[in-house]
């Protein structure tokens, strides 16, 4: 299985909002409302910030959002702080029961 | 709220087994409808899925390791495991086990396992 695209980096200044793409086919991405957001600040575990699309669980800032069109899942995030500095990837469930990673986004806030 | 920890050897030899164990407090391991998975990240990489355990046993593993790895559980201890054989340089990475299937959270810490002689 082929890892879903995003975008190697964005970047944004504090109080602006940025989206980061995913990309997959329709075996992935395309076939189910099952793609999830995750953050990962250096050196810790990735804590999940999206999940199904687009709800958030609970205690995530509903600065964070997330939708679907196609194939392509985006994460947006408003009012950017500078905690918002982390990697971000996305998952999506597969036809073939698996899970698949994108290859991470590095926001950096300016 | 439940908790994960992953365990196991920090070194392994090339051609040998990679054995890891993730405890589960604050929860059941048997209970419910969980889903217990598996993803690894090399350093500076992304994450890569490995697999996941359904509670009943059934399991489903990322077709690049299928033939190498077997996710277990341990109900008595309220742990599962991970065994990834004939490990070579390319599967040193931070191994995080984790809760769910689509909706991974919590995740355990993560523990470095560097394959060298």
């Known amino acids: 299985q082929s890892a879903l695209t995003q975008p190697a980096s964005v970047s944004g200044s504090p109080g602006q909002s940025i989206t980061i793409s995913c990309t997959g086919t329709s075996s992935d991405v395309g076939g189910y409302y099952s793609v999830s957001w995750y953050q990962q600040h250096p050196g810790k575990a990735p804590k999940i910030m999206i999940y199904?699309?687009?709800y958030r669980p609970s205690g995530v800032s509903n600065r964070f959002s997330g939708s679907k069109s196609g194939n392509t899942a985006s994460l947006t995030i408003s009012g950017l702080q500078a905690e918002d500095e982390a990697d971000y990837y996305c998952?999506?469930?597969?036809?073939?029961?698996?899970?698949?990673f994108g290859g991470g986004t590095k926001l950096t806030v300016l | 709220q439940v908790q994960l920890q992953e365990s196991g050897p920090g070194l392994v030899k090339p051609s040998q087994t990679l054995s890891l164990m993730c405890n589960v407090s604050g929860g059941s391991i048997s209970s419910g409808s969980d889903y217990w998975s598996w993803i690894r990240q090399p350093a500076g990489k992304a994450l890569e899925w490995i697999g996941r355990?359904?509670?009943?046993?059934?399991?489903n593993y990322n077709p690049s390791l299928k033939s190498r790895v077997t996710i277990s559980v341990d109900t008595s201890k309220n742990q599962f495991s991970l065994n990834l054989s004939s490990v070579t340089a390319a599967d040193t990475a931070v191994y995080y086990c984790a809760r769910g299937s689509t909706r991974i959270d919590p995740w355990g810490q993560g523990t470095l396992v560097t394959v060298s002689s």
């Open positions: 199904d699309v687009s």
């Open positions: 355990m359904y509670t009943n046993g059934r399991t």
């Open positions: 998952s999506s469930f597969t036809t073939s029961s698996t899970l698949v």
